[in-house]
């Protein structure tokens, strides 16, 4: 058992992972990040073992930071992260950005998330997420295919400032990350998935999940080892996604 707290355990996993955003300058940002953010955090022994943030852009949600400690790597947690996600998403009425009377089962909210990362890949396939392939946009005058052009203009937008705010202090400060990141730019895909089509999923997986604590307007949600899902990856969609690569 670790007593590690979460602004610490995230850093060091940032520090390591620089396919990740960068870390804060120090605990103090980080503790306000986190409490502005909002997050599923998987515990063990009261010990943070994985981690996801929600990041609302107009109305739709990146999944971001995704990332289970390297000792409880390959177990499924990050299974169980993404269920979470998309749970919290689609059922929390701060995170989905409506009022709670509206949180009814018409309405859904676009999930997204960029990875370079197979393991990842296939955990959002799983979930029900769908590979977005690259596309051509008359603004670029069709020369630059991108998978971002999937997404609705205003979420786009959206994405785009988060990108800048992001990587202008990482090209400062953190430049290993940031030509890291650059030069694999083109092996990150976009996965997609509108919450409706994963209730059906996510409920029917959930009624394994016997002490799961409901995630509405929580920000740290406890499992336990056996809580996990076992839920295989869907084989056809992983290889489209490494044919994509
Ligand atoms: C990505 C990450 C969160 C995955 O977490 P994890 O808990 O180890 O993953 P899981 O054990 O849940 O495995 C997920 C799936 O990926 C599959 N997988 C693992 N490695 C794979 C690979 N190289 N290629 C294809 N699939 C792979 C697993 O078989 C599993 O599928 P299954 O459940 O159908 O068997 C973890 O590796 C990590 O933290 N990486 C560093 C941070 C990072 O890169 N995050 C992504 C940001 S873009």
Same mark, same amino acid.
Request: aromatic share 6%; net charge negative; proline share 4%.
């Given at each position: 058992?670790?007593?590690?707290?979460?602004?610490?355990?995230?850093?060091?996993?940032?520090?390591?992972?620089?396919?990740?955003?960068?870390?804060?300058?120090? =605990? !103090?940002?980080?503790?306000? %990040?986190?409490?502005?953010?909002?997050?599923? *955090? +998987?515990?063990?022994?009261?010990?943070? @073992?994985?981690?996801?943030?929600?990041?609302?852009?107009?109305?739709?949600?990146?999944?971001?930071?995704?990332?289970?400690?390297?000792?409880?790597?390959?177990?499924?947690?990050?299974?169980?992260?993404?269920?979470?996600?998309?749970?919290?998403?689609?059922?929390?009425?701060?995170?989905?950005?409506?009022?709670?009377?509206?949180?009814?089962?018409?309405?859904?909210?676009?999930?997204?998330?960029?990875?370079?990362?197979?393991?990842?890949?296939?955990?959002?396939? =799983? !979930?029900?997420?769908?590979? %977005?392939?690259?596309?051509?946009?008359?603004? *670029? +005058?069709?020369?630059?295919?991108?998978? @971002?052009?999937?997404?609705?203009?205003?979420?786009?937008?959206?994405?785009?400032?988060?990108?800048?705010?992001?990587?202008?202090?990482?090209?400062?400060?953190?430049?290993?990350?940031?030509?890291?990141?650059?030069?694999?730019?083109?092996?990150?895909?976009?996965?997609?998935?509108?919450?409706?089509?994963?209730?059906?999923?996510?409920?029917?997986?959930?009624?394994?999940?016997?002490?799961?604590?409901?995630?509405?307007?929580?920000?740290?949600?406890?499992?336990?080892?056996?809580?996990?899902?076992?839920?295989?990856?869907?084989?056809?969609?992983?290889?489209?996604?490494?044919?994509?690569?």
């Amino acid at each position: 058992m670790r007593d590690e707290p979460l602004e610490d355990w995230l850093n060091r996993m940032l520090v390591d992972n620089i396919d990740l955003r960068s870390p804060s300058k120090d =605990a !103090a940002r980080e503790v306000k %990040r986190l409490d502005k953010v909002a997050k599923i *955090t +998987l515990l063990e022994d009261g010990a943070p @073992i994985g981690h996801l943030e929600l990041e609302r852009r107009a109305g739709a949600i990146e999944f971001c930071t995704v990332v289970v400690d390297p000792g409880h790597r390959g177990r499924g947690l990050s299974h169980e992260l993404v269920r979470q996600g998309v749970e919290r998403a689609d059922r929390d009425p701060i995170v989905a950005g409506v009022a709670l009377d509206d949180l009814d089962e018409q309405r859904g909210v676009l999930l997204f998330s960029f990875t370079r990362n197979a393991a990842l890949a296939a955990t959002l396939v =799983a !979930a029900g997420f769908k590979l %977005r392939s690259p596309r051509r946009k008359w603004s *670029t +005058l069709w020369l630059i295919p991108s998978s @971002i052009y999937n997404l609705p203009f205003l979420v786009r937008m959206a994405t785009v400032i988060d990108r800048i705010k992001r990587n202008t202090p990482m090209l400062l400060r953190d430049r290993k990350r940031f030509w890291h990141q650059k030069k694999n730019l083109g092996d990150y895909h976009m996965f997609t998935l509108w919450s409706p089509d994963a209730r059906a999923h996510v409920h029917a997986s959930s009624e394994d999940f016997a002490d799961r604590v409901d995630a509405l307007g929580m920000d740290m949600v406890r499992v336990t080892e056996d809580s996990f899902i076992q839920d295989p990856a869907g084989g056809e969609d992983v290889r489209a996604w490494d044919e994509a690569e």
